[in-house]
């Protein structure tokens, strides 16, 4: 009522000052009177359409609902992730922090306890003050009352209108914020409006609501906060991305202390306490984000919320009004295929043989630098970019940036609108201020073009020399702190996944850098369900995920080479090759090369040996590939059945090239595929021919138990089931006898290595199972230097037969170790009876090669100097027939 009186008595003096007027001006008394009659009219109209308009039910005021929690389970219906925006713990009234509670008065609402949820006098305040003459420090306007009100409805987009719509809506969202505040004093009490406010609001980084808050940036509950925290948390209610913490502790800093100094005002705390606590930096050092990064398949949960984003906005599933769902507020019950138990041994198979794998890595370079290694000044430049780049995509850099650059940046922004102005983005335009012209950075792709006019301005702006001069700075700045040693934790496969150490930050780049990663990924070849996903080692430091990361695929291929021999060109099983280096030219049939193309084995070398097709792909004969595509003639039918197995041939990379290019190297694994792609092409086989399409998700309800999404995985036929039954058998010819994986389930499967080692592979399929696994650096030169060390066999192999064997003696698992592969069709027995096919062992193969070699010198030294070309070809007959 007061605040009623206040707007009253200022309309009657308006009303004064008009009446003394001098006697010739009365027309523009009149106007004055006509102009305060037509804006009230206006305001009673807009006043009305707010009214009969969009706002909370009374019963809404009264049972506000929360954001609901949208919840992950496995296949066992095990819940292991959650996806939600108000990660919270109610409080009532009087639990809160009095410090909370005395700040936020001082700070947002001196006349609280006052008001009637809107505060006239501030409103005119403000009007007065920053309005009439420009004075920004006379603060805000919204009461507590109104602030809450701002968080119970969605307030409308004011984006693409013109300044009047955005004004009149502006307006009228101020006139709903009064009418839900004056409902909301009707409804409740003011601790209990204050306590809503408090649990209500979003202190970002995953913290909803000042428990969380405090949990989040503090480590403690809300009520053993202490002056300066509680000070911090306050202060983001007024902005939390802007005075974040974590990101922008200066900007923090700032407001924290303007609210100490509220506090100090309305004796909240002492001088000295306000003085003492502005002198100090933020400390975040107890910050701790409740992510990803703990509890099972962490890399795959991470990529499940990209998934289901996507599925959201583009799968044409709405809420019955047409809304879009969201993850985080909706509630959604989100069934996944993975098996917990499954992924359990996944990720103790992956840790254990990866930190064999890193423990070699690290004796193999011991005294020797990965960036510099047979690398010539162009590839050493490579590599220290790459390296550069990684550092700078750190956090510590990341506030190094903002600390510099932030403030200039924003000014810039402000004037020019939303322009880029990444670090890249600066040097370019600091090379183009050289030149006086931009035009040659967006020719070279480091300025987007469309925003050339406003670059053009920027660089003659005077406030860009400075940009320039800070960026120098934030440069020597980087090298010193970079390089000074201090303590931290780095990754370790110790307990824990983290060791105390000192380094500097650019040797911690360096160390995590050198670290091999892995991608492994258990498909269920019937159904297509993912039973495991491992996407990478400490997902803490490594979050980049490795089953979705495309890497070539070495011979793990090959299968499907011989497959499109076998079934397509009908070349026997048993057909032999000799094992030489073959060559194909340019114009060669259909083959499509540019030069001459004359592959080598693994090892460089060539037996000279007759292999036919299970020798060939047991010993992984590049040689024998190539012969194979030679016979066929195009590489069109190779691209063919890997599109039958799911490894399309009509994608392309952003720059328009094929992902599997119509050339005949593909038959050796040069593509870069994903370990996803590969292991749904091998479920082709233990399904009796039929691709089944990986999925994770079987089905997604709504909050109510209705269902919105079923998972139904494509399928298709993609090899004649006699052909596939022969691709099986030399598949479990690759991993019997001595190769044997030492499990009691039948077992197939292929290796692959590429070229400097730089990926190892493993590709292996059971009855009712499908196991790929890749290890790798994520630079192609982070790796072994040797094909004994860094062959997929050393370093992939082992994650599966230990995944097998965990699996086998869990018994919590339900795995099938007795299961078998389909029937062979009627004819199959034929098409493989070759005499002799599996016999012959890598190590009789190097024994023959030397009995051959010592034979021949005891010929040679024999004969002499009679010794010609008839004994000569007489011989090597001799040896063709024996060996």
């Not at 803490?540 to 890497?551: E, I, T």
Request: charged share 30%.
């Amino acid at each position: 009522m007061a605040d009623f009186l206040v707007l009253v008595l200022m309309l009657e003096k308006i009303g004064n000052i008009l009446n003394k007027r001098p006697p010739g001006l009365k027309w523009l008394s009149w106007l004055c009177w006509i102009c305060m009659v037509l804006v009230i009219i206006f305001f009673i109209r807009i006043f009305f359409s707010v009214i009969y308009g969009e706002l909370p039910s009374f019963e809404e005021l009264e049972n506000p609902q929360y954001d609901l929690a949208s919840i992950v389970y496995d296949s066992n219906g095990k819940a292991f992730g959650k996806y939600y925006v108000e990660n919270r713990e109610q409080i009532k009234y009087e639990d809160l922090s009095p410090l909370v509670h005395d700040a936020l008065i001082a700070t947002e609402d001196l006349r609280f306890y006052s008001h009637s949820g809107v505060d006239l006098r501030a409103l005119l305040r403000v009007g007065f003050k920053t309005i009439l003459f420009g004075d920004d420090s006379s603060g805000g306007g919204s009461t507590i009352s109104q602030q809450l009100a701002k968080l119970l409805f969605k307030r409308e987009s004011l984006r693409g209108k013109t300044k009047f719509e955005r004004a009149l809506g502006l307006l009228k969202i101020k006139l709903k914020e009064w009418i839900v505040a004056a409902r909301l004093e009707k409804q409740y009490t003011k601790e209990e409006i204050l306590a809503m406010y408090l649990n209500k609001f979003e202190f970002i980084n995953g913290a909803h609501g000042i428990q969380a808050a405090a949990q989040t940036y503090f480590a403690k509950e809300q009520s053993k906060l202490n002056e300066e925290e509680a000070a911090i948390l306050v202060g983001m209610l007024k902005n939390p991305s802007l005075y974040n913490p974590v990101r922008f502790p200066e900007k923090t800093k700032g407001r924290r202390n303007v609210v100490l100094q509220q506090m100090y005002s309305n004796d909240i705390i002492t001088k000295e306490s306000r003085d003492s606590i502005s002198l100090k930096d933020i400390d975040m050092s107890q910050f701790k984000r409740d992510t990803h990064d703990e509890g099972p398949a962490p890399h795959f949960r991470s990529e499940l919320t990209k998934w289901l984003n996507n599925l959201l906005k583009e799968g044409n599933i709405a809420k019955p009004d047409g809304s879009a769902y969201n993850i985080y507020v909706d509630g959604l019950k989100i069934y996944t295929t993975i098996d917990l138990d499954y992924q359990r041994i996944a990720e103790d198979a992956v840790g254990e043989h990866m930190k064999w794998n890193q423990e070699r890595y690290f004796k193999v370079w011991k005294g020797m630098n990965p960036y510099t290694h047979e690398a010539d000044e162009f590839q050493k430049n490579i590599r220290y970019n790459a390296l550069n780049k990684k550092a700078k995509e750190s956090d510590r850099y990341l506030k190094l940036h903002e600390k510099y650059l932030g403030e200039i940046k924003t000014e810039l922004t402000k004037e020019y609108g939303e322009v880029p102005l990444h670090e890249n983005a600066i040097k370019a335009l600091i090379k183009s201020k050289k030149k006086n012209n931009v035009r040659s950075e967006i020719r070279n792709g480091n300025l987007k073009e469309r925003y050339e006019t406003v670059y053009a301005k920027i660089i003659e702006d005077s406030r860009f020399d400075g940009l320039s001069e800070k960026y120098e700075a934030l440069q020597k700045a980087f090298e010193e702190e970079f390089d000074e040693k201090i303590s931290m934790k780095v990754f370790d496969y110790a307990e824990g996944g983290e060791k105390e150490s000192e380094m500097s930050p650019m040797d911690s780049v360096k160390f995590h850098n050198q670290h091999l990663q892995c991608g492994f990924l258990a498909v269920e070849p019937s159904t297509g369900f993912i039973k495991a996903w491992v996407g990478g080692v400490g997902y803490k430091y490594f979050k980049y995920d490795h089953v979705n990361s495309r890497r070539q695929v070495g011979s793990t291929v090959k299968p499907f080479v011989y497959a499109t021999a076998i079934s397509l060109q009908n070349i026997s099983p048993c057909q032999e090759y000799e094992d030489i280096q073959y060559t194909i030219v340019p114009g060669d049939a259909n083959l499509q090369v540019d030069t001459v193309w004359s592959p080598a084995n693994a090892n460089g070398e060539f037996t000279g040996n007759f292999y036919n097709l299970y020798q060939g792909l047991l010993y992984s004969k590049n040689s024998i590939t190539v012969r194979l595509v030679k016979e066929m003639g195009s590489v069109d039918v190779i691209r063919e059945v890997l599109d039958n197995v799911g490894i399309s041939k009509q994608a392309r990379y952003a720059d328009g090239r094929l992902v599997v290019p119509r050339v005949p190297s593909i038959c050796l694994g040069s593509m870069d595929l994903t370990l996803f792609e590969m292991a749904g092409a091998y479920t082709t086989f233990p399904n009796n021919g039929v691709y089944t399409e990986p999925i994770f998700i079987s089905r997604i309800e709504d909050k109510n138990g209705k269902v919105l999404y079923l998972g139904v995985p494509e399928r298709k036929q993609a090899l004649n089931p006699l052909y596939n039954a022969v691709m099986i058998d030399m598949l479990k010819n690759n991993v019997g006898s001595n190769f044997g994986l030492k499990t009691k389930v039948h077992v197939g499967g292929k290796t692959g290595t590429t070229n400097d080692y730089a990926d190892g592979w493993f590709m292996a399929i059971t009855p009712d199972l499908v196991m790929g696994t890749w290890v790798g650096g994520d630079d192609k030169w982070i790796r072994f230097l040797t094909l004994e060390d860094g062959q997929g066999f050393v370093m992939a192999r082992p994650i599966v037969q230990k995944f097998l064997q965990k699996l086998e003696k869990d018994t919590l698992a339900k795995f099938d170790s007795y299961a078998t592969f389909p029937d062979p069709p009627p004819g199959f027995y034929d098409l493989i009876d070759c005499d002799k096919y599996k016999q012959i062992r890598p190590e009789e193969e190097q024994l023959l090669l030397q009995q051959e070699k010592e034979k021949f010198d005891e010929f040679e030294e024999e004969f002499g100097d009679e010794f010609d070309e008839e004994l000569e070809e007489e011989f090597e007959e001799e040896f063709e027939e024996e060996f």
